[in-house]
């Protein structure tokens, strides 16, 4: 069964940087648009950024257009989402699937943005 391990999370302060990381295992990765999504605290779970399975499309949300960059390592079966300018509003359980959200979720990586 794949299975999805996200980290990297921690508590920064507004306009701090973060980098996350998502490994999948038992899964063809490198044929699979992967995306990553947050669940902000009592809210529903969001769509933060996609890249295509080659890696040359990435798509973001308009609240993290030019702060965050996704990328993927096709040959480690991993995506990467580096977070930069951070704002308290990014507080968020953060966790990374495909596009479709076709695999079993994650266990997510905490993301708190505070002063």
């Known amino acids: 069964q794949a299975q999805v391990v996200e980290s990297g999370g921690g508590l920064v302060q507004p306009g701090g940087s973060l980098t996350l990381s998502c490994a999948v295992s038992?899964?063809?990765?490198?044929?699979?648009?992967m995306s990553w999504y947050r669940q902000p605290p009592d809210r529903a779970r969001e769509l933060v950024a996609t890249i295509s399975y080659y890696g040359g499309r990435k798509t973001y949300a308009d609240s993290v257009k030019g702060r965050f960059t996704i990328s993927r390592d096709n040959a480690k079966n991993t995506t990467t989402l580096q977070m930069n300018n951070l704002k308290v509003e990014d507080t968020a359980v953060y966790y990374c699937?495909?596009?479709?959200?076709?695999?079993?979720w994650g266990q997510g990586t905490q993301v708190t943005v505070s002063s």
């Open positions: 038992n899964f063809a990765f490198r044929w699979t648009d």
């Open positions: 699937n495909t596009n479709r959200r076709t695999l079993p």
